[in-house]
């Protein structure tokens, strides 16, 4: 190209001129990236091979004894069970999101952006306090027992603690304004003359909800169930505050394996697990919107 | 005489405060090319909306074939909309496009794939059922709606602004092609724009709009040369208007007199003695020459000669001021800027207007 031009420039200086704007903008980020992501990952997945000492240590012998441990009925219920939490807490914020975000999308621009804030507020509020509170109101005398006795719905408290419930509350506080905002966002991109083309060609409301509205805000639905389900699976200060050690979650016990059990190998093993299940379901994801783009021809 | 299929009779619609149709009246007749014109905000996708039952009237009745329908939602009504922009699910090809109002109806299958492939050959899209519409240029696409809307037989086919967003050729083709199909299907088409060329070509019968009521209802014919009211005059086509006093009516022949004294004539009947009225020309209609005329003729001085493509325009200043069009096709070569002209038309390609009321006359 330089010699097109009639005009020789050394090849270092101009080496340096093209990817100099490239290299100051993305270079931080991904020397971080390097030094605190793909380093430890890479850390992590090497010592899920490794052999756990009767201190606590790492042996440097290779080993597949941590993958197989996980096969242990014991701790396939566990992963069961924060799949199965996970998938609660997902559904439930989709069916809650979804109208909120759908009526707030059918709002002014003014008024739609005070309700997101208000929907935000909870999220930048403290999430221990919050979890707490949860707590608190769920407690053996807390408000809410005392309202269902003193208007005699129930005769002896409820034990809410400490029980699947009170953990999939606590899952939802923590994720429903993720899962408001990817839908927002859609809902708030479809375009309303489709609706009314879909009314005009003799569908019902119903029908054209399920056939235009839902198909078109798809990558916001998506976008939620990526959002609230796989921090969900991995989260564990809400069943370690909620559950009080009675719910484990795969979350716990891989916090559970470095710093309790000390077997970090396991530990290891089980949170590459994790990792890969996450994985699995952005494929899923990506393979969805991709075989949408490829009907097209 | 034909049948009335859509009537609507007093109906008014408020946004807000905002008085958008004022006690309209209007009778569709079934199997005719309706076109609603008028410049943007005048209304007329209001009532387009309406008659569909997207927008609900504030008051009145509308009739679709004696049924009143102010009850009845959208999905209940047997009319179908081509929308400005379209409006194509962009998650479906032009076969589920097409397919969508039969699909909802529960339509067997194998009726649908028949009608569809009918469809599809009617506006030549042959080949295309597989596409999607992000996929497809602005011409194939208002083809789909079209077809989309037309696979469900409705008694009346709106149509707002469909060839709003086409280049100027492809337009004018798609405008013969509206036409034809109209003609060949029988369907009552009412079809809104706010151009009046697209009007004058296609329509049956146009009704010029203004803030929310009809102006004038009428032949294309009958609208270009008889314009009912000064705004319908300036709106379809141009002219050149006069402001003057009538001194006689006489045998169909009007002599008026301008309001700085000059006299014009024209053909006109209905007219009062000493009636204030407005006197219309064509800028094509009008001639000028460096001679005064016998019978009348307004002086002026040649301001401006502009080529405008197929013809050369010729602006001239009247002594009080008034600026007039007039369009030649060819340039008059001793004619040049800042010469004195008289201006005259022949007496039938004048018309006058009243200043109050709507009537028409001829």
């Known amino acids: ?297 | 005489m034909a049948d009335v299929i859509v009537e609507l009779e007093k109906v008014n619609k408020y946004f807000g405060q905002n008085h958008v149709i004022k006690d309209f009246d209007l009778r569709i007749i079934e199997g005719e090319f309706l076109t609603l014109l008028g410049p943007s905000g005048c209304g007329k996708t209001t009532i387009l909306r309406m008659i569909a039952g997207l927008e609900d009237a504030t008051s009145g009745t509308i009739k679709i074939q004696d049924e009143r329908v102010e009850d009845k939602e959208a999905y209940e009504r047997d009319v179908n909309t081509v929308f400005q922009s379209y409006a194509l699910f962009p998650h479906m090809t032009t076969y589920e496009n097409i397919a969508y109002g039969l699909n909802v109806k529960k339509i067997p299958k194998q009726e649908i794939k028949e009608r569809v492939r009918e469809m599809l050959e009617m506006v030549q899209l042959m080949g295309y059922e597989g596409r999607k519409p992000d996929m497809m240029s602005g011409g194939q696409k208002q083809r789909v709606a079209i077809a989309r809307a037309l696979i469900n037989k409705p008694k009346v086919l709106l149509l707002d602004e469909p060839l709003g967003a086409l280049d100027l050729k492809l337009r004018k083709q798609m405008q013969i092609e509206l036409k034809r199909l109209q003609k060949k299907l029988n369907i009552t088409f009412v079809y809104v724009t706010h151009d009046q060329e697209e009007a004058l070509t296609m329509s049956d019968r146009i009704a010029v709009m203004q803030e929310g009521v009809v102006e004038q209802l009428g032949t294309p014919d009958e609208i270009y040369k008889y314009p009912g009211t000064k705004f319908v005059a300036g709106f379809i086509g141009e002219s050149n208007i006069f402001e003057g006093e009538i001194i006689s009516a006489k045998n169909g022949i009007l002599k008026v007199a301008g309001s700085s004294g000059e006299k014009m004539t024209l053909l006109g009947s209905g007219f009062d003695e000493g009636e204030p009225i407005q006197v219309c020309v064509r800028p094509e209609a009008a001639v000028y020459s460096k001679e005064p005329k016998d019978g009348f003729s307004l002086k002026g001085t040649v301001r401006n000669i502009i080529f405008v493509g197929s013809q050369y325009r010729t602006l001239i200043l009247l002594e009080n001021g008034q600026e007039v069009k007039i369009n030649r096709g060819r340039k008059d070569r001793d004619i040049k800027e800042g010469d004195v002209v008289y201006i005259y038309w022949e007496d039938e390609d004048g018309f006058g207007i009243r200043k109050k009321g709507q009537e028409t006359q001829k």
């Open chain 1, 1 to 297: 190209m330089n010699e097109k031009n009639g005009i020789t420039v050394k090849d270092k200086k101009s080496w340096f001129r093209r990817n100099g704007p490239v290299l100051s903008t993305t270079g931080p980020i991904s020397v971080w990236m390097l030094v605190f992501v793909l380093i430890p990952m890479l850390y992590i997945i090497f010592i899920s091979f490794m052999t756990r000492d009767v201190y606590g240590g790492i042996v440097y012998d290779f080993t597949l004894d941590n993958y197989k441990e996980i096969i242990q009925p014991l701790y396939l219920k566990v992963i069961w069970k924060s799949l199965k939490l996970a998938f609660i807490t997902t559904v439930i914020c989709l069916l809650l999101g979804y109208p909120l975000a759908y009526y707030i999308a059918g709002k002014p621009s003014k008024t739609a952006a005070k309700l997101i804030m208000l929907v935000m507020i909870p999220y930048w509020t403290n999430s221990l306090v919050r979890l707490y509170s949860v707590n608190l109101l769920g407690a053996t005398n807390g408000p809410i027992n005392n309202i269902l006795m003193d208007i005699g719905l129930i005769s002896e408290p409820l034990d809410m603690l400490y029980s699947d419930g009170i953990v999939v509350i606590g899952l939802l506080t923590a994720m429903l304004p993720f899962s408001v905002l990817p839908l927002y966002a859609s809902i708030e991109k479809l375009d309303k003359s489709l609706l009314e083309a879909s009314r005009d060609l003799g569908a019902r409301p119903h029908i054209t909800f399920l056939k235009v509205t839902i198909p078109l805000t798809m990558p916001g639905i998506v976008g939620c169930v990526l959002l609230v389900f796989i921090p969900s699976l991995g989260m564990y200060y809400v069943p370690e505050a909620l559950g009080g050690g009675k719910v484990m979650l795969i979350g716990s016990l891989v916090r559970n394996q470095f710093l309790v059990t000390k077997n970090w190998p396991f530990g290891a093993s089980l949170a590459i697990l994790l990792v890969l299940m996450t994985l699995a379901m952005v494929w899923i994801y990506t393979r969805v919107s991709k075989m949408d783009d490829l009907e097209v021809f």
